[in-house]
Each structure stands twice: as structure tokens, then as C-alpha cells.
């Protein structure tokens, strides 16, 4: 699932899949020193994975200019600085 918001306002997701599995969602969130950093705010369960798809849909009702971008690759983590 990708989703595209608003350009300058819309909350960032991230999801690092690997073959198209274990999916771990990062979200930048305010860090106790007022900075903003990237943080696993939700990980599938390989027992129910659609559970997943469903929290990233009531994120979505929640926030329609919400950004969701999936990386489906292996240590996707990389890419937005946590390895």
C-alpha cells in the first residue's frame, strides 16, 4: 500500500519489508530533547498479518494527508538512518 499527502504537511511512514514479509512501520516522532527521529511504531504479527494492513488503514482515516512509503528490501532501515 503507498499513499501520497500533503507535500509540505503530511506525517511520513515508513514500512521496511523484506520480501514482502516481517513489515516493521517507522514514523519520525519528537524525541525527549526536541528532535524529531525515526522509531518503529508498529511491527506485523506473522500470525495475523493483515492486522498490519488494517492499522495502516486507521492511520489513514486518521491522517488523509499521511505519506506511506514501502521499502521492500533487505535492512531497509538503512535508508532513513537506523543501522
Not at 5 to 29: H, W
Not at 55 to 77: K, S
Request: proline share 2%; hydrophobic share 35%.
Amino acid at each position: 500500500m503507498l499513499n501520497k499527502g500533503e507535500r509540505d504537511g503530511g506525517t511520513i511512514l515508513v514500512v521496511c519489508a523484506e520480501r514482502g514479509g516481517n513489515r516493521r512501520l517507522f514514523e519520525r516522532m519528537p524525541s525527549a530533547e526536541g528532535h524529531r527521529e525515526w522509531r518503529l511504531s508498529h511491527a506485523e504479527n506473522a500470525e495475523n498479518s493483515d492486522e498490519f494492513n488494517q492499522y495502516l488503514m486507521r492511520r489513514w482515516a486518521q491522517d488523509p494527508d499521511l505519506w506511506i512509503v514501502e521499502l521492500d528490501i533487505a535492512n531497509g532501515e538503512r535508508f532513513i538512518g537506523l543501522t
